[in-house]
C-alpha cells in the first residue's frame, strides 16, 4: 500500500460493456416474465401485447394473490384471448403458486387437452427454468396432457393433480381447485340455441364444477355472447361477476375497459374498415355475439329502441337509466279504438315464462299507443286474476272502443283467459270470493256426464273458483260490474312458405309497422317499471331470455295491421269452437 487512491473506471465505460448490459437486461426481463403475465406472454411467443391485452394480463396476474374472485372476459375470435388464458396463464400461474389445483374446460375435452399440451411443452423448455427456478415448478419428463402436477403438488400425496383438462360434462370426482377456467363454452350458435346442451352447461356448472370449489377458488369464463340465457348470462344475472367485455369495435358502453368511444377499433391488426366487413359476411347477430360481446345491438336488433320511444334532439335514444323516456298518455286525443292483448304463462318451462298484458289504441293523432300493464311471473290464479281486473279497468276507463282481447289461436294460455271471463260471468251474481267457491262441487259433478273430449277441454275452466285471499273488496265489485271479456283469437298470418312460423318470423308481420314509427310505447307513473322490462324484452329478441312481451305485442299491433280470422255471427270466437265454448260459459 503506498497510500495512492485506487484508480476508478469511468461510468460512462460500464455502458460500453455489451455482455454486463446484456446480463442484467436479461435478469431483469426473467423477473418481470415471474411477476407479470404480459411479459411472460411476451417472453414466450412471437406477439407484442396491444392495449387491451395488456390489460388483461394486468388483471390475471393478480388471481394468484387474491381469493373467491369472479371474472368474466370475452374477446373477438381470433384476437389472441385463448394464447393468454388457456396457453400461457396456466403454466404461469405453476410457476408463481406450484402447488395451484387448475382446472381448464372447454366445449370438449380434445380442445382443452390441446392447450394443456402448449402449457406441458412451456415448461419443459430451458427457458422456464430460468424464469421461475424453484424445482418447485418442474413437472416430469412425460406427462399425460389430460392431467399432470408440479413437484410441489406431487409431494403433498394428496390425489390432486395441478392441471386438469375438462370437458364441460366431464366430472373430476375428489378433486378440488384454486383456479377454475372456462373457455368458449360452446362449440359454436347451433349449441348456444339447444335448449338441452344449454342446460347440461348451466347443470355441470353448478352441480359439478361448483362443488369442487372452495370459498377461495377464483374462477374465470371466457365466453361470446349467443343469448341472455347462455352461462355468460345466467352468470351475470346471478350478479358477483367481474366482467371485462373487449368489443372489437367500441360501443360507447360506459363498461367497455379501453374506455373507447363508438366505432373505435380493438386492435390495430383488425382495422375498422376489415371488421364492418366481416359484420356483412357474418350477418348482425353473429357479429354481436362473436365480436362484441353482445346477444343483442344496443339499441335493439329487431325491434328498434327509436321505433318506439321519443328521439332526443341529438339524436340519441336511451334506453336505460334516467334518460329513459316513454311516450305519455296522448292526453286531450279521442281513442278510437282499443284491444287488450296477452301471453299468458300457465304451463312450466326451464325458464319461468312471464305472463304479459298489455293496452293497445289507435288515438286521433294517427298512432297506435301500447300501454304495458303486466309483466310478472304468476301462478294461475293470479293469472286469471289479472286478465279479469284488467279488462274491468280498461273497459271502465275507455268504454266501448275497447272492443275485445285478442289471443293466438291455438296458445297455451287459453284455458286461463276462458277462466277469466267465466269468472266475470259468474261473479255477477255472488257479491263476494267465497260466494262464488261454494258452487265448485254442482259444477264438478256437472261435467261427468259430458263426452271424453269436453271433459278435457272442460275440466280446468269449471274446476276453477277465486281464492278469496287475494281480491279485495273493490277488485271483486269491479269485476262484477264490468261487462264479460270479450275474447276476439286471431291466426297470425300466413308467412311464405305455409304456416306461420317461429316468435320471430311472427314478429316480422308486424315490422314494417314499427318501424315506420306508428307504434308508440306508453308509460306513466303507473306502469313505469313495467314499460322498461316490457322494452327489454323487445330490444332483446330474438336473443332475449324471454318473449312474453313480444307475444303480447304481436297480438296488440295486429288488428290495426290485418284484420282477424274470425267467421261473422260468432263475436269473434269460431276459431276455438262456438259450441263448445257456449256450453263452458252456460251460467
Known amino acids: 500500500m503506498n497510500g495512492t487512491a485506487p484508480t476508478r473506471m469511468p461510468l460512462d465505460h460500464c455502458d460500453d460493456s455489451p455482455t454486463l448490459n446484456a446480463v442484467l437486461g436479461e435478469v431483469l426481463a426473467r423477473r418481470r416474465a415471474a411477476s407479470s403475465l404480459g411479459h411472460y406472454v411476451q417472453r414466450t411467443s412471437p406477439f407484442i401485447l396491444e392495449p387491451w391485452q395488456w390489460i388483461l394480463c394486468n388483471r390475471l396476474s393478480r388471481l394468484p394473490h387474491q381469493k373467491g374472485q369472479r371474472l368474466l372476459i370475452h374477446g373477438p375470435p381470433q384476437f389472441g384471448k385463448s394464447l393468454i388464458l388457456s396457453q400461457r396463464f396456466p403454466s404461469w400461474v405453476l410457476g408463481v403458486a406450484p402447488t395451484h389445483r387448475v382446472r381448464l374446460a372447454c366445449y370438449n375435452q380434445t380442445h382443452a387437452k390441446r392447450f394443456s399440451k402448449v402449457n406441458i411443452d412451456l415448461m419443459h423448455a430451458p427457458d422456464y427454468a430460468r424464469v421461475f427456478p424453484s424445482p418447485d415448478s418442474a413437472i416430469p419428463s412425460i406427462c399425460p396432457v389430460e392431467e399432470w402436477s408440479t413437484a410441489a403438488r406431487e409431494a403433498l400425496r394428496d390425489a390432486n393433480p395441478s392441471f386438469k383438462a375438462l370437458g364441460l360434462g366431464s366430472g373430476f370426482t375428489g378433486m378440488g381447485a384454486d383456479l377454475a377456467l372456462i373457455d368458449d363454452p360452446y362449440k359454436n350458435r347451433q349449441e348456444a340455441f339447444s335448449t338441452a346442451i344449454n342446460e347440461g352447461i348451466w347443470n355441470w356448472y353448478t352441480t359439478v364444477l361448483l362443488s369442487r370449489c372452495n370459498p377461495d377458488t377464483n374462477i374465470v369464463v371466457l365466453f361470446h355472447r349467443w343469448q341472455e340465457d347462455d352461462l355468460a348470462g345466467r352468470l351475470m344475472a346471478q350478479g358477483g361477476w367481474e366482467v371485462l367485455r373487449f368489443s372489437a369495435i367500441g360501443d360507447g358502453a360506459p363498461d367497455d375497459p379501453m374506455g373507447r368511444a363508438k366505432s373505435v377499433a380493438l386492435s390495430s391488426r383488425y382495422p375498422l374498415e376489415y371488421l364492418r366487413r366481416i359484420e356483412q359476411e357474418q350477418g348482425e347477430l353473429n357479429f354481436l355475439a362473436l365480436y362484441q360481446g353482445a346477444p343483442t345491438a344496443a339499441g335493439g ?287
Open 301 to 587: 336488433t329487431i325491434f328498434k329502441s327509436h321505433h318506439f320511444l321519443p328521439v332526443q334532439s341529438d339524436g340519441s335514444c336511451p334506453t336505460t337509466g334516467d334518460e329513459l323516456q316513454f311516450w305519455p298518455w296522448p292526453e286531450g286525443e279521442e281513442i278510437q279504438e282499443a284491444y287488450l292483448s296477452g301471453d299468458t304463462a300457465v304451463t312450466g318451462r326451464t325458464q319461468s315464462d312471464d305472463t304479459a298484458l298489455c293496452l293497445s289504441f289507435l288515438a286521433s293523432d294517427g298512432y297506435i299507443y301500447l300501454y304495458p300493464l303486466v309483466l310478472a311471473r304468476m301462478d294461475i290464479d293470479h293469472v286469471v286474476k289479472n286478465v279479469a281486473l284488467q279488462w274491468a279497468k280498461t273497459r271502465s276507463r275507455l268504454g266501448e272502443v275497447l272492443h275485445s282481447f285478442q289471443l293466438e289461436e291455438g296458445s297455451a294460455g287459453t284455458p286461463a283467459i276462458l277462466m277469466a271471463r267465466k269468472l266475470m260471468l259468474r261473479a255477477r251474481a255472488r257479491p263476494t270470493p267465497e260466494q262464488f267457491a261454494l258452487d265448485a262441487a254442482a259444477r264438478q259433478k256437472s261435467i261427468a256426464s259430458r263426452s271424453p273430449g269436453e271433459k278435457a277441454a272442460m275440466k280446468v275452466v269449471a274446476d276453477f273458483y277465486p281464492p278469496s285471499d287475494i281480491w279485495s273488496a273493490d277488485e271483486w265489485e269491479s269485476v262484477r260490474q264490468a261487462p264479460p271479456l270479450v275474447l276476439a283469437p286471431y291466426r297470425p298470418g300466413e308467412l311464405q312458405g305455409g304456416g306461420t312460423g317461429d316468435i320471430v318470423a311472427r314478429a316480422h308481420q308486424i315490422t314494417p309497422t314499427t318501424s315506420g314509427k306508428a307504434v308508440r310505447l306508453c308509460a306513466d307513473g303507473a306502469n313505469w317499471a313495467v314499460a322498461r322490462a316490457w322494452l327489454h324484452q323487445l330490444m332483446a329478441l330474438p336473443n332475449g331470455r324471454k318473449d312474453d312481451a313480444v307475444q303480447s305485442t304481436i297480438g296488440a299491433v295486429l288488428p290495426f295491421v290485418q284484420s282477424l280470422s274470425t267467421d261473422e255471427g260468432t263475436n269473434g270466437e269460431s276459431a276455438i269452437a262456438p259450441d263448445l265454448i257456449s256450453r263452458v260459459f252456460a251460467s
